[in-house]
């Protein structure tokens, strides 16, 4: 259905995830950087396989038939940035995780994305205008808290579709990570 772009996993370390944001080691560690108004906080859950264990909890969002879904499974379709605020992520059950993002830059192609995973002990805030999708929960399941920006998602933020735009579904490359 649509085409497959692996992208190589590297482990989440400071120095290379630097271009992106910060490493955090609890949530409460740092907010993101912020241009305007305050900031809203809230939970995600997200499946590494599809599966009926977290459906209709809160934050769910019910996959769309024609589209990559937004919180379960490897692969991720949906990138945005935000020009408020950057945003946080952290695995508040620590389970391994992948976060994928892209440089801060107008457009970005699915070939330019970055995947860095994590044991599950450390999260992600990102810089203001960092492209980025959900996390992808590697095992089980995870509900992520995040912080970002509490103006208008719509109206504060550019957004890719790569399965509607472009015909293509972004994966980490687990099988040929050597970080495990």
Known sequence: MWNLVKI???????????????VIRTF???KPDKVKGGYATNAYPV???PGPELKDGPGWYAPHP???PISEGLERAHFAFHTDAGQSFYPS???PSVF?????????QAEELRAF??????????????WHTMPICVEGHDVYQTTRG??????HSVEIDFDLERGQSIVPDMDNFQGI
């Open 8 to 22: 190589p996993v590297e482990p989440l370390v400071p120095a290379t995830f630097a271009p992106f944001g910060h």
């Open 28 to 30: 409460e560690e740092r």
């Open 47 to 49: 499946l590494a396989t």
């Open 66 to 68: 024609q589209r990559v």
């Open 93 to 95: 059950l620590h389970s």
């Open 100 to 108: 994928l993002v892209g440089a801060i830059q107008d457009d970005i």
């Open 117 to 130: 995973y994590s044991a599950g002990d450390v999260g992600v805030c990102l810089h203001l205008g960092a």
């Open 150 to 155: 509490d103006q208008d998602y719509q109206a």
